[in-house]
């Protein structure tokens, strides 16, 4: 069964400094792996995809994410923050052969001036 | 184009009375779900529908839920006999297709208390 795990419900960062959060899979096919962005009190947007063409996926806002599979990993980052950052951040992977997605607890991101 | 849709946007209801919930997907996609996410649980997935069909109900919690999907379109979510744990903030997606690896377009969800 697939599954993912986010290290860390909260990260802080300072504006401008580097955003790193993580997220690892399991997986015993070939996965599609996912981050969604949610605003306060708005539905889920997609940033980025993985599924299986360039290990490293650029996606909106300035975030990319690196998929390593001997780290089973798909770590999300942004060189620099800003505050419009500040978020909850979800990690998610795609149960083969349909779009039902498994999503992590989710990491709270906090954006400091 | 518009997006996904829910309705109503919040639910205040008391417990033991039905509730029904409803999403209105992007047209032409054939692919609906349904998530929960509730505080202690996170994002959970309900149902999945193909079409009409729903091949996957498997994250329905109790036989108090059920879902149905007509013309391929709108789909409706209900909860019979709702108790204080159906508490939660209920998401619709959709998607094109639904063999792997498309983006889901989530719906701003229905939160949904039940006191």
């Known amino acids: 069964a697939q599954s993912v795990t986010q290290l860390g419900s909260h990260v802080s960062v300072s504006e401008g400094a580097l955003v790193l959060l993580r997220c690892n899979y399991s997986s015993s096919v070939p996965p599609y792996l996912f981050w969604y962005v949610q605003y306060p009190n708005q539905g889920l947007q997609l940033l980025l995809k993985y599924t299986s063409a360039a290990t490293l996926v650029k996606g909106i806002n300035g975030f990319e994410a690196e998929f390593k599979k001997s780290e089973t990993s798909f770590h999300l980052t942004k060189p620099s923050a800003h505050m419009s950052d500040a978020a909850e951040y979800f990690c998610a992977v795609s149960v083969h052969n349909t779009d039902k997605l498994i999503f992590g607890t989710g990491t709270r991101l906090q954006v400091f001036p | 184009g518009a997006g996904v849709s829910q309705s109503p946007s919040n639910k205040v209801t008391e417990k033991g009375k039905d509730v029904e919930l409803r999403c209105d997907p992007i047209s032409g996609h054939t692919a609906l779900y349904w998530y929960r996410q509730s505080l202690g649980q996170g994002l959970e997935f309900l149902i999945y529908f193909q079409g009409n069909s729903a091949p996957d109900k498997s994250g329905l919690p109790s036989d108090r839920f059920s879902a149905e999907r007509t013309g391929g379109s709108v789909s409706t979510l209900t909860i019979q006999r709702t108790q204080q744990e159906d508490s939660a903030v209920y998401l619709c997606?959709?998607?094109?297709?639904?063999?792997?690896?498309?983006?889901?377009?989530f719906g701003p969800g229905t939160r949904l208390t039940v006191t």
């Open positions: 997606a959709s998607s094109r297709s639904g063999t792997g690896g498309t983006e889901q377009y």
